[in-house]
């Protein structure tokens, strides 16, 4: 038999910190897109980097109310979470802004270290990552969890 429960706020936010892919979904034209993102969740907003230009950043500067979806279940489907999150989006350009949220992504996928250290290293070119990455931040208006559970 299957259970479904809605997610207390404690199990949301810590899912959401710890779920590593999060499902975008936009306005395009006249088509819902949605897009894979690595995000951080932090303050209570979603955050993630993106290309200053494309598809999603067009998409993203047109229409500000965007959904957000993460999910995961276990292989025989015994468990499954999802949240949805709808929102408004603010795009941050100043890197003052957006290296905190630089920081939290290094933080979450790379192996913790300084982001000046980070951008340092052989290759990098700092002001020109800088210029070609904008931090797009989600505040959510509505957030919903359920859990399904099978019990034997």
Same mark, same amino acid.
């Given at each position: ?19 590593? /892919?999060?499902? %975008?979904?936009?306005?395009? &034209?006249?088509? $819902? =897109? ?6 951080? !969740? ?46 408004? /989006?603010?795009? %941050?350009?100043?890197?003052? &802004?957006?290296? $905190? =949220? ?6 979450? !996928? ?43």
């Amino acid at each position: 038999m299957k259970t479904k429960q809605k997610m207390s706020q404690v199990e949301i936010e810590q899912f959401l910190t710890l779920a590593r /892919v999060g499902r %975008l979904g936009l306005n395009l &034209e006249d088509w $819902p =897109y949605i897009v894979p993102v690595g995000y951080v !969740y932090s303050n209570g907003k979603i955050a993630f980097h993106s290309c200053a230009k494309g598809r999603k950043m067009e998409a993203l500067k047109t229409h500000a109310k965007v959904c957000f979806e993460v999910d995961e279940t276990i292989s025989d489907a015994s468990v499954y979470k999802s949240i949805i999150i709808r929102g408004t /989006v603010k795009i %941050l350009d100043d890197p003052e &802004e957006m290296i $905190p =949220y630089l920081q939290l992504h290094i933080d979450k !996928y790379r192996i913790p270290e300084d982001f000046e250290s980070y951008i340092s290293k052989p290759g990098r070119n700092r002001e020109a990552e800088l210029a070609s990455v904008k931090i797009v931040v989600i505040t959510p208006t509505e957030i919903s969890g359920l859990k399904f559970m099978r019990s034997h």
